[in-house]
């Protein structure tokens, strides 16, 4: 019997390739464009725990550390081309809390 493939994505803040239930999902969902192709309204930012929201998405690890390096090194704000807000910040904390 064939043994299934396990997604693998690597965590932003420490650069490791892990499972990609083990990791957070933050997406950016797409921009809402009229018939012309002009931008109405940018991509919302937020945390995905089902995994499965359409956008870009960027994966964190459940640990402080990663979360923190991230941060510090704008990572995420890199990999989604635009500012990520605070409260974002502050609902992955929460998340890496829980989860513990």
Do not use: H, W
Not at 7 to 36: S, W
Not at 51 to 58: C, D, I, L, T, V
Not at 77 to 86: G, Q, R
């Amino acid at each position: 019997m064939k043994q299934k493939k396990i997604p693998l994505r690597k965590c932003t803040g420490c650069n490791e390739m892990k499972e990609k239930r083990e990791l957070v999902r933050i997406v950016k969902a797409p921009d809402l464009t009229d018939e012309n192709g002009e931008t109405l309204q940018k991509g919302e930012i937020s945390v995905d725990i089902t995994g499965k929201k359409p956008g870009r998405g960027a994966y964190v690890c459940r640990r402080a550390a990663c979360l923190a390096a991230a941060k510090k090194a704008r990572r995420l704000e890199k990999a989604f081309s635009c500012k990520i807000p605070d409260e974002i910040y502050v609902r992955l904390e929460q998340e890496l809390v829980q989860s513990e």
